[in-house]
């Protein structure tokens, strides 16, 4: 179990066929926390037909832990595929959004910022990224089930018009600009940490993976771990009964 002050994750993409969402929210519920912080991408596109049952339990959780009794500060930060929603998003789950958000921890400032203001093709080719956009949600209806198809789309998703060393320039040159200690950034769906004069850079990587990554900072610092479900099929059956409670919470 992970005990940490806040937890990150990003590009969970809810509404793709490879979302992983039951994960991300076992995730959260082996997890204890004061500070959840959704980084961007949560959403695949602003088509909600495309939420599968998983897709609105974890929204339904999320919710849950947004409660003020339960003292859990819940942040989310926009990102590209989920511009738009920021309405809809504090209407449905009662949180706030931000474009981008910073905190105090440990005497050092944070800053989280999805990372797409950093990527100059797709801000430079919006038209042409829309279109593939709609290419890649084809190629992952295509492509469930199968492995080898899959596996393609994991090396594809991590490089197309993301280049993760643009983005982590530009983010770090941003945290600079706003005397931040730590950036934090999604977008790039590879998990990377770096430092470079002074200020430290980290990327949560993606739940649309084999390999589901994010971050959690606790007083010795932020660090990236890759969620692996637990052997005890005990937990996945105990988690099943909580998420159909959450589902029809979240529906009535």
């Known amino acids: 179990m992970i005990f940490a002050d806040t937890i990150i994750l990003s590009d969970l ?7 992983r969402a039951p994960a991300a929210l076992r995730m959260l519920k082996s997890a204890s926390f004061n500070r959840l912080i959704l980084l961007g991408d949560i959403f695949s596109d602003l088509n909600f037909g495309r939420l599968k049952k998983e897709h609105w339990q974890f929204l339904g959780y999320i919710r849950k832990l947004s409660n003020p009794k339960r003292e859990i500060e819940v942040v989310w930060v926009e990102g590209n595929h989920d511009h738009g929603l920021s309405q809809v998003m504090s209407h449905l789950v ?10 105090e921890y440990c005497g050092l400032r944070h800053l989280a910022v999805h990372g797409h203001q950093f990527d100059r093709f797709l801000s430079r080719n919006r038209v042409l990224s829309s279109f593939l956009s709609a290419f890649h949600l084809a190629l992952q209806k295509m492509a469930f089930g199968k492995k ?3 596996g393609f789309l994991e090396r594809f998703d991590t490089a197309w018009l993301r280049l993760s060393s643009k983005v982590a320039g530009g983010a770090l040159a941003h945290a600079r600009s706003k005397n931040a200690h730590r950036v934090f950034c999604g977008h790039t769906h590879e998990a990377l940490s770096l430092k470079r004069d002074g200020v430290e850079y980290y990327n949560s990587g993606s739940w649309t993976q084999d390999s589901a990554t994010y971050i959690a900072i606790d007083h010795q610092g932020p660090r990236i771990y890759e969620f692996r479900d637990p052997p005890d099929d005990s937990l996945e059956h105990d988690v099943t009964d909580a998420l159909e409670f959450d589902f029809e919470d979240l529906s009535a």
Request: charged share 20%; glycine share 10%; net charge neutral.
């Open 13 to 19: 993409h809810l509404g793709s066929e490879v979302s």
């Open 148 to 150: 080898r198809l899959i």
């Open 94 to 103: 009662g949180i706030k959004v931000y474009q981008e958000y910073v905190w």
